[in-house]
Nanobody, 133 residues
């Protein structure tokens, strides 16, 4: 059984940093992608960053200078380092894993998270991030 559990969210001031963690169990890492997504109140879920099995990363263009995705296979953990946070970064942050690779530029160009990923991917319950001005 695959299980993803996010942690590390919280309330911060604009300009501060947070590091989110996602502990993954029961998942085979040798294919597909893992990534971070977020959903602001009243808005659709959107992509943030992804990492493939070979370690290559992709980001939504507007976030790549401030956010960094990484993983530690030994700890079965996915991370998202978020720096210089802005109030518009407020939202619920989700980690996801899928045996089918996904790329953030493709998701950005599509304009929404593919339904196939929402339906067939593995998702955590989310961790809340609130950034105050």
């Amino acid at each position: 059984q695959v299980h993803l559990a996010e942690s590390g969210g919280g309330s911060v001031q604009a300009g501060e940093s947070l590091r989110l963690s996602c502990l993954i169990s029961g998942y085979i890492y040798n294919r597909g992608s893992m990534g971070w997504f977020r959903q602001a109140p009243g808005k659709e879920r959107e992509g943030v960053a992804a990492i493939d099995d070979d370690g290559s990363t992709s980001y939504v263009s507007s976030l790549k200078t401030r956010f960094t995705i990484s993983r530690d296979k030994r700890k079965n953990t996915l991370y998202l380092q978020m720096d210089s946070l802005k109030p518009e970064d407020t939202g619920m942050y989700y980690c996801a894993a899928s045996p089918r690779a996904f790329h953030m530029i493709a998701i950005q160009n599509l304009g929404h998270v593919p339904q196939s990923l929402l339906d067939s991917g593995y998702w955590g319950q989310g961790t809340q991030v609130i950034v105050s001005s």
